[in-house]
């Protein structure tokens, strides 16, 4: 079956424009979430939905950023007046349940913010 | 202190070889760990997982946990050149509003030489 797709793959963007990028998670899957890898660094963990839910958005960096879902499926990433130091791959995955169970991920959007 | 750590290597091993990949975690109240595999430019993918005191074999991989010693360990015998990625040490939040929330460790470097 399908796993998790991200768009886009690549986006560049200049300093203070606003960007989104999309997490359309695998089918069934109740559970999304959102990551953070610069360069040569480990997965910063940004946001995760439950359903429709984020209980838990004490990852995001600043409030310049923020993200919705609806239906229980698509996820939107949205940053505001980007910075450079925004510049990294942001990575989704989702699991069919929130806990114990297997997050998959999708390939990731690169950001670069110049 | 990071809450999860992990010796960033890189670490050789010849080809054949047994890898030993070590990861330390601070939250007790941690329940599952997991170890992911993510190639240079890809997306991480999940080797295993493990909750339980003890070893969990699958193939060529080892996986170690010892809740008291707060270590979890993956080991890769017979390795191959394919195995050169970084390895990525995961621990899942046990409750709260962080339930399901993975904390990466900084990932580990391996290089398997021929």
């Known amino acids: 079956g399908a796993g998790v797709s991200q768009s886009p793959s690549n986006k560049v963007t200049e300093k203070g424009k606003d960007v989104e990028l999309r997490c359309d998670p695998i089918?069934?899957?109740?559970?999304l979430y959102w990551y953070r890898q610069s360069l040569g660094q480990g997965l910063e963990f940004l946001i995760y939905?439950?359903?429709?839910?984020?209980?838990?958005k004490s990852g995001l960096p600043s409030d310049r950023f923020s993200a919705e879902r609806t239906g229980g499926s698509v996820s939107t990433l949205t940053i505001q007046r980007t910075q450079q130091e925004d510049s990294a791959v942001y990575l989704c995955?989702?699991?069919?349940?929130?806990?114990?169970?297997?997050?998959?991920f999708g390939p990731g959007t690169r950001l670069t913010v110049l | 202190q990071k809450e999860v750590e992990q010796n960033s290597g890189p670490l050789s091993v010849p080809e054949g070889a047994i890898a030993s990949l070590n990861c330390t975690y601070s939250?007790?109240?941690?329940?599952?760990f997991f170890w992911y595999r993510q190639y240079s430019g890809k997306s991480p993918e999940l080797i295993m997982f493990i909750y339980s005191n003890g070893d969990k074999e699958d193939g060529r991989f080892t996986a170690q946990l010892n809740k008291a010693s707060q270590y979890v360990s993956l080991l890769i015998r017979d390795s191959q050149p394919s195995d050169s990625a970084t390895y990525l040490c995961a621990a899942l939040n046990a409750g709260g509003t962080s339930y399901g929330k993975l904390t990466f460790g900084q990932g580990t470097i391996l290089t398997v030489h021929p």
């Open positions: 939250d007790r109240g941690s329940q599952s």
């Open positions: 939905f439950q359903g429709n839910s984020a209980p838990d």
């Open positions: 089918s069934g899957h109740t559970a």
């Open positions: 995955a989702s699991s069919p349940t929130l806990g114990l169970a297997t997050q998959y």
